[in-house]
């Protein structure tokens, strides 16, 4: 784990989870239970979401504003006047959260990166492609032939990752055209074992192993 | 055809096509002019160079009222003189959009014209009659007349325009930001309309002959959008706005013609993939039983020679 932020330890706990920045209402929808909660500074609407988190990073904020005072009602770990926080933790990363040292800790993954076709984010397996298959929203497909005819039965997999391939092909414009999110010349993504999982954000063009 | 010797060839890398996607630029110089090949994989035959080329050299004539040379060397191999390469169309329009305007414009007519002459050889294409064989042939050689005519501004430059894009973008956005605008215009009229008909396949790369592609004869068509909009432009403007001249100088001309060179890039990839190639296909198999020769012998011949023969 590499620490990569501080702040003010506001309320006592240590938690580890997946990212979720949130910044307006609309990213509430994607919460999940055990996200950690990284914002500017947590305000009412948020109290359905806080009740979800498994811990509370803030940008602002001291010991008695909002977020301090119902984390430590809820028993997660909370801290705040983390500088810059929304910018430098990515949605998905996967951190552990120190609320007596006011630390956060990134864990060390293998990212691969390419050159993004259609921008997304998603959370899926690799899978690799095989002919005449179909393919399910949470399946992160790798294709190595990466031309347009087989792209006709990835219509419904999350995204779509190849080594090959660039962002003005014919391949690659089938896949904006059918608004799958994709990247291209992935160097060694050919490694990624059958079922890993992975958080692919192709517009930062990052795939990372969780 | 001109015979070079490879000695005087210089070879190098373009960073804008992946190393399999052909991204091997060769340059000579000859009679002190420079020359560049910008496909060095694909070879032209003997009847493919008359049929196809002919007017590509007057696109500098339209672009900046100078004769510039082609040429075809002793592998078939296309090389135009500097003025019509990727590096000097890219500077050019980058200081001239409202040029691609004009051409994309002259493009839009253009296309109309090569759609409405195959839809004339359409109705006939599979007949075995020989006036009409030859006939067909002759609208077909106007449509490659007319479709080949700016083979700089559809073709060799088209990587670099979206390149430098993504580039600028990236030079007062961040990576998602610059991302997710340049995605916005990565999108063509007519790659809907092909996915509609399920015509998408692709065909060997290295191989860029008059029948390459399909061998069909279909006619599909929406024409280009040249001005595309995106709910992201008042943001992006605005964060243009305050980097540096250059830059957004730059951003304005890429922003222009951008979108439109994909377009209008698209659009020829599958008329000549799909429908010319379609059509010459069919045309040709009946000039070759007409003529009791093989496809190879034929590849031999200039188109001049065939019409000549069929008579």
Redesign the interface.
């Known amino acids: 784990m590499k620490l990569i932020l501080k702040g003010l330890g506001v309320s006592k706990g240590k938690a580890k989870g997946n990212v979720k920045i949130v910044e307006t209402m609309e990213d509430h929808k994607d919460f999940k239970q055990g996200d950690i909660l990284v914002t500017r500074i947590t305000d009412p609407t948020m109290t359905k979401i806080m009740g979800k988190a498994a811990a509370i990073v803030c940008e602002i904020g001291g010991l008695t504003s909002h977020p301090s005072i119902i984390s430590r009602e809820l028993g997660i770990p909370c801290i705040v006047s983390v500088k810059d926080a929304t910018k430098i933790l990515k949605q998905g990363d996967l951190v552990h959260v120190c609320g007596e040292k006011g630390e956060i800790h990134v864990a060390e993954t293998s990212i691969f990166t390419g050159q993004c076709t259609c921008p997304g984010i998603v959370e899926g397996k690799i899978r690799r492609y095989q002919k005449g298959k179909t393919y399910k929203k949470e399946d992160i497909v790798i294709i190595n032939e990466f031309v347009t005819q087989n792209l006709l039965l990835l219509r419904d997999a999350g995204a779509i990752l190849s080594s090959t391939g660039g962002i003005t092909c014919h391949a690659a414009i089938i896949a904006r055209e059918l608004n799958i999110p994709c990247m291209v010349s992935v160097k060694g993504i050919e490694n990624l074992e059958e079922g890993t999982e992975v958080i692919v954000d192709t517009a930062s063009e990052v795939i990372k192993v969780k | 055809m001109r015979t070079i010797n490879k000695d005087q060839i210089r070879s190098f890398k373009t960073n804008?096509?992946?190393e399999?996607?052909n991204n091997t630029i060769l340059e000579i110089k000859l009679d002190n002019k420079i020359f560049w090949c910008e496909r060095p994989l694909y070879n032209f035959t003997k009847f493919d160079q008359s049929l196809c080329y002919a007017n590509s050299k007057d696109e500098g004539k339209w672009l900046f009222n100078t004769e510039t040379i082609l040429f075809f060397d002793q592998l078939g191999r296309a090389w135009f003189q500097e003025e019509l390469t990727s590096k000097y169309l890219l500077n050019f329009y980058l200081k001239n959009p409202v040029m691609y305007l004009n051409f994309a414009a002259k493009r839009v007519n253009d296309i109309k014209k090569v759609i409405s002459l195959m839809k004339e050889v359409n109705k006939t294409v599979y007949s075995d009659n020989k006036e009409t064989i030859i006939a067909n042939l002759k609208k077909m050689k106007l449509c490659y007349d007319i479709f080949y005519s700016h083979m700089g501004s559809i073709f060799w430059v088209?990587?670099d325009i979206?390149?430098k894009f993504?580039e600028t973008l990236l030079k007062f956005l961040d990576?998602?930001?610059a991302?997710?605008y340049?995605?916005e215009f990565?999108?063509?009229e007519i790659?809907?309309e092909a996915?509609k008909l399920?015509v998408?396949?692709?065909y060997d790369n290295t191989d860029r002959g008059s029948s390459y592609g399909s061998d069909k004869p279909i006619i599909f068509h929406r024409e280009p959008k040249i001005f595309v909009e995106s709910k992201l432009d008042a943001q992006i403007f605005s964060k243009a706005a305050s980097a540096p001249e250059e830059v957004r100088k730059n951003f304005f001309a890429l922003r222009l013609i951008m979108p439109a060179a994909?377009q209008i890039?698209?659009e020829a990839?599958y008329i000549e993939s799909k429908m010319l190639s379609g059509h010459i296909k069919v045309i040709m198999k009946k000039v070759c039983k007409l003529l009791n020769k093989t496809k190879q012998e034929i590849d031999n011949m200039t188109y001049k020679e065939v019409i000549e023969e069929l008579k």
Do not use: I, M, W
């Open positions: 804008v096509r992946p399999h996607k088209f990587d979206v390149h993504k990576k998602a930001e991302n997710t340049l995605c990565l999108t063509a790659t809907k996915l399920g998408v396949e692709e994909l890039n698209e990839q």
